[in-house]
């Protein structure tokens, strides 16, 4: 069915307060804002557009289809949309508690603990599990783009679908994505796949435990390279375990197919008691 038809019949919703501004960028406007119908926040993103023809009214409507389509509790959650005044509106779950990048900037004068990073990353990882079993790429997996929420911060959810794609043919080709966290094959310019967020979390993983860039360089075309070699300094294995270390190479493998899915890293030894953890406190 066309997104546009099951848009147009909720045009009537409830009136939303705007507390706040929380983001702006080409993408749109995200807002803080009140549901008068359920007296609770929840996260309004506007897009404008020209039409209904236009590329930013097909991107949307790709971020709705994809966003609703993914019922996991460490992915922001998708509650409605709408389209009036030449914008479509998106409404989402409020994660209350920031996003990555400003934890671990609070953070940054110490290592995090192993235990803590261990439970942040395996819960993303069973987002991108569920993600990727739906055959959907993310595209952008970073730190801004993990929310956090609950009374302590301590559930991760992955948020920001907006160049998030549907792989209907297993592979893609679009170079797309933030230069830091771009996988060889497209700075290559080289077809890919999922193992494209794999990529991107390896280099998340490393900067939660290093608080720093897996692949840096002051130009754009310094930084291809650094990515496209794939050398990077070692996390320190006398703070970390090395199994932390190998799970990194594993997924900073600069060949595509020899880099591993997120099945094979959620079954690492380490990995095991923090998902029964997780599988406890979370998903019971």
């Excluded at 949307?60 to 992915?75: D, G, Q, V």
Aim: one cysteine or more.
């Amino acid at each position: 069915m066309d997104p546009r038809i099951q848009m147009s019949h909720i045009n009537q919703t409830p009136q939303y307060q705007i507390i706040k501004t929380i983001g702006k960028g080409t993408y749109g406007t995200v807002y803080l804002c009140n549901s008068n119908k359920t007296n609770s926040q929840m996260v309004l993103k506007e897009v404008h557009v020209n039409s209904t023809k236009d590329d930013k009214y097909k991107e949307a409507i790709n971020e709705i289809k994809i966003l609703s389509t993914l019922i996991h509790p460490f992915i922001i959650r998708y509650l409605e949309s709408f389209y009036q005044n030449h914008s479509v509106y998106i409404i989402m779950e409020y994660a209350n508690q920031g996003n990555l990048a400003e934890y671990m900037f609070k953070r940054q004068h110490y290592l995090l603990p192993q235990n803590e990073i261990l439970i942040i990353f395996c819960q993303v990882l069973l987002g991108v599990q569920h993600m990727h079993m739906r055959n959907i790429v993310h595209r952008d997996l970073k730190a801004e783009n993990i929310l956090m929420s609950g009374t302590y911060g301590n559930t991760v959810k992955i948020g920001d679908f907006g160049i998030a794609k549907i792989l209907d043919n297993d592979k893609a080709s679009t170079v797309i994505g933030t230069p830091y966290y771009l996988a060889p094959e497209l700075c290559e310019n080289k077809p890919y796949d999922s193992k494209t967020d794999i990529w991107a979390l390896g280099c998340l993983f490393y900067e939660m435990c290093t608080h720093k860039r897996a692949f840096d360089a002051p130009t754009l075309i310094g930084l291809v390279k650094e990515i496209t070699t794939g050398n990077f300094i070692p996390i320190n294995t006398s703070y970390y375990e090395h199994e932390i270390q190998a799970i990194i190479d594993h997924m900073l493998t600069v060949v595509p197919e020899k880099r591993c899915c997120v099945n094979v890293i959620l079954e690492k030894q380490i990995l095991r008691p923090i998902l029964e953890y997780i599988h406890v406190i979370y998903l019971n």
